[in-house]
């Protein structure tokens, strides 16, 4: 009983320092962030110098089931970030 009350503990703080992490943060790229988060939680990280879309593909190949909400996710994601970039 004691290990499932320290993995439930330890469970909330990986959660609590998530929210953290993640405050402040537009919802899109929030998604997008906590997309990354549980990818590489699952194996599949991204490395520095890889794109949004480069990584997109990767893991649309390894979660197939998952790919409409990673195409979603993703795209806002991209669109966000290259809106910012143009010039008003």
Do not use: K
């Not at 402040?24 to 794109?51: D, I, N």
């Not at 949004?52 to 994601?77: C, F, K, M, S, T």
């Amino acid at each position: 009983m004691q290990h499932q009350r320290g993995a439930a503990g330890r469970s909330w703080v990986v959660l609590l320092s998530l929210r953290r992490e993640l405050r402040g943060l537009s919802q899109t790229t929030a998604a997008y962030v906590r997309l990354a988060r549980l990818a590489s939680w699952q194996g599949l990280p991204q490395e520095e110098h890889v794109t949004a879309y480069d990584n997109h593909g990767e893991l649309g190949r390894n979660l197939p089931e998952q790919r409409q909400a990673v195409d979603r996710i993703v795209g806002a994601y991209v669109r966000r970030a290259l809106s910012a970039r143009r010039p008003a």
